[in-house]
């Protein structure tokens, strides 16, 4: 089946410094990548669309000079967050779509990101 | 837009309990229907989906039956374990569009 491996499944950095989190599919081509965001209790925030070989499309509020998002292949997606802030500490979960085959979506195992 | 509204939890049953988890959506259109498991600390693993209008969607003992008529996709296990215990999210997605909307999450905790 199916499988993105995300990675660092969690990272403790100090406030200033940035975060790259990465996201790959490993048994397929992924044309599209998401990016979400979740608090603790709360449902998934989806913070941005990417497309391999094209600029992310982020959501309402969504920073995009905070976000970086960059899908350079079919099967990588990073997300950086730069200058990170106590306030961005939070669950990032990424998921991949195939670009063959049935319409389906499938995640990675979330990454937990703590800024101190 | 398109929207899905989910029961809110948490829901707290015991072991060999009947699950229900009730689910709604509005869609402008033929969307699909999907249920979503998230594990504590984990990503999400798709459970079950249904593409169309009667189909049932089952994994695991989990079934959801897609109801065009109610516009609904309730979540039903008969006889839970504590094994179960989790967030459960419902969503859909639309042919032509090109992201999944999610509910809110139901937290599910099952007692011995």
């Known amino acids: 089946g199916a499988v993105v491996s995300q990675h660092p499944s969690w990272v403790i950095c100090k406030s200033g410094t940035s975060v790259k989190i990465e996201c790959r599919s490993l048994?397929?081509?992924?044309?599209?990548m998401f990016w979400y965001r979740q608090f603790p209790k709360q449902s998934l925030m989806l913070m941005a669309t990417?497309?391999?070989?094209?600029?992310?499309?982020?959501e309402q509020g969504v920073e995009k000079d905070k976000f970086l998002i960059n899908h350079a292949s079919l099967t990588l997606s990073t997300l950086t967050v730069t200058s990170a802030h106590p306030e961005d500490s939070s669950f990032y979960i990424c998921?991949?779509?195939?670009?063959?085959?049935?319409?389906?979506?499938?995640f990675g195992s979330g990454t937990r990101l703590t800024v101190v | 837009g398109n929207s899905v509204t989910q029961m809110e939890g948490p829901v707290t049953l015991s072991e060999e309990a009947f699950l229900t988890i009730n689910c709604t959506y509005t869609?402008?259109?033929?969307?699909?229907l999907f249920w979503y498991v998230q594990y504590p600390g984990e990503g999400l693993q798709l459970l079950l989906k249904?593409?169309?209008?009667?189909d049932k969607g089952s994994n695991k003992g989990f079934e959801a039956t897609y109801r065009k008529e109610t516009t609904s996709f309730h979540l039903e296990k008969g006889s839970v374990q504590v094994s179960d215990s989790a967030v459960y999210f419902c969503?859909?997605?639309?042919?032509?569009?090109?992201?999944?909307?999610f509910g809110a999450g139901t937290i599910l905790r099952v007692k011995s």
């Open positions: 869609a402008t259109g033929y969307p699909s």
């Open positions: 998921s991949a779509r195939s670009a063959r085959g049935p319409r389906g979506y499938t």
């Open positions: 990417s497309n391999e070989g094209s600029k992310a499309t982020y």
């Open positions: 048994d397929f081509q992924a044309t599209t």
């Open positions: 969503a859909l997605d639309m042919e032509y569009g090109n992201k999944l909307v």
């Open positions: 249904a593409t169309k209008a009667d």
